[in-house]
């Protein structure tokens, strides 16, 4: 489901913004919440010497990334094991509180088989393994976290029925652009 609340902190602190035109924040740390969870988002542009992307060769072999030094790491804690997961073919393992792997599986990049199923599914008319409403799930979050920001670092309230903001008039005002004239959407599609 979509989360509760949102809130985004951080800033334009490694380049100014003449440096690059850059209007997103380079240091984001971002909060959100669900009805029995937690999740947090961080990113930043200081980390470029220490802090690696899954190379292709990890991604297409029986190998793991250093977890420690890995960008593209997901880390989700249970209340008994913990998980590292790495995006697009980075794998998967999880630990036990001694550190002891229990499960793992290597990855491989996934864009081949991806784009298969997608055009598999023109022609069969199934539904794809990339269904777009997660799809949507998941923009919808970097959206959020970008309007809390540019709304302040605030915290924000969602109705994830609705896709609107609760109590925020400022908030519900940016959900969508003020198009040119020619570039107009209806309401209706």
Known sequence: PHPKSVQCVGGRWKFDQGEDCGVMPDVMIVTYEFDKMAMSF?????????????????????????WAQNTSRIE?????????????????????????????QYGRFPDEPHAANFVDCIRS????????????KAATL????????RLGNQKLAFDGKTETFVDN???????????RENYRMPDEV
């Open 142 to 149: 970097e959206h959020l976290a970008i309007l809390s920001y």
């Open 76 to 104: 989700i804690y249970g209340t008994k094991r913990m998980m590292y997961l790495g995006r697009v073919g980075g794998g998967f393992q999880v630990l036990e509180a001694d550190n002891k792997v229990v499960e793992q």
């Open 125 to 136: 008319r199934e539904q794809p393994n990339a269904d777009v409403e997660q799809g949507h």
């Open 42 to 66: 961080d990113c930043t542009g200081f980390t470029e010497k220490y802090m690696l992307k899954t190379p292709m060769s990890i991604r297409q072999s029986d190998e793991f990334p250093n």
């Open 169 to 179: 008039a400022e908030a519900n005002d940016r959900l969508l652009p003020t198009y």
